[in-house]
């Protein structure tokens, strides 16, 4: 981009210092921005693109100074869902929706992909929200910010969840006790007057978003879809969206369930929990469950949550091939979330929350620890109307 303003100046001295100085001031108060004709091919400015409107705060404190961080790109363009209502089936809506919303970003995103491959930026493409994740400099998110396919630059900050933790135990119990028949917090919801009428969540699938799953857990195990009480397959019943991890205990990208926090485990327990020889933890014991880990010991981020939004919406194998959107859950359960304060824009998960639910999947949200005042929900995926 500066290269190609000090070749069109190149006959005076002062004039490449005056332009020089101009191009910083402009970068900082993202003003103006000049990207070559091959690339961009929009002059801020000249088209009426406000691009300091199109960055949000938390991308511009993170890309101060030099600085990279990772930005989401949302696309303008996105794919129109509504016909999904009128399809009979979950099956048939996940279908419609899975490919809708995947020729869309084919279609739209294709001249942004191949500006930053030519520039060899990092990036990730998305396709649940029309977006590209992009770790780059304030440049780099002013030259996307000024197309006019682009509504807007968004950050992609890290967000440390406050999740309860496991009690310590000074001392060991004169004898270990029997766990409770059925705990008392189902035995509170009332849970077990559902199953005598005959719903214990038979034929449904849970998913949980969290730190992962125990999943040999003798609770849980029989439960687990990818279990058929011999053999263990992790296809399509599994994904682990964490990939840059430093010292977790369950490494990056683990190939079968794996939980670094234990808080998962209990939200999976508290779902479908059964032991099969009395020890009743979950609502719905007769359903079965798959998970996807969307925090790193706690710490999410929304490129995290949106990789796992978008796996549930069409599992894929364990390496990622062969999505299958027939393979989705009925539920999934999050227990996390996504504080504006942190850096993380009100609208960034939104379009992911209800591409799901266009697909037929309910997504079932924690209403956070504040409280207990009304209006005390204050944060996504709680806020959206489609959770």
Known sequence: MIKNVHRTFSGSPWRRIF?????????????????????VGQRVGGNGINIANKITPWVLAHTAYGQQAEFFVVLADRADLSPAANFPT???KGRFVYQALREKAQRTQGPIIEWLRERNIEYQSFYIVNA???KGTRAVAAALAARPDVARVEGNPRIQNDLPQPETVEEAPPQFGRPATIEPGIQYTHAPDV?????????????GADTGIRWTHNALKPHYRGWDGQNADHDYNWHDSIHDSVGNPCGNDSPEPCDDNSHGTHTVGTMVGDDGAGNQIGMAPEAKWIGCRNMDAGTGTPARYIECMQWFLAPTRIDGSDPDPTK????????????????????????AVEAQAAAGIMMCSAAQNAGPACSTVENPPGIYEAT
Request: hydrophobic residues 50%; glycine residues 6%.
């Open 195 to 207: 199953w005598n009428l005959g719903f214990k969540g038979e034929g449904i699938v849970v998913a």
């Open 132 to 134: 590209v994740l992009v």
């Open 90 to 92: 979950k099956a048939d």
């Open 328 to 351: 989705a859950p009925d539920i999934t359960n999050n227990s996390w979330h996504c504080p504006p304060e942190e850096g993380c824009s009100v609208d960034s998960l939104q379009a």
């Open 19 to 39: 332009c020089s100085l101009f191009l910083v001031a402009a970068l900082v108060a993202l003003i103006a921005a000049v990207t070559s004709s091959d690339a």
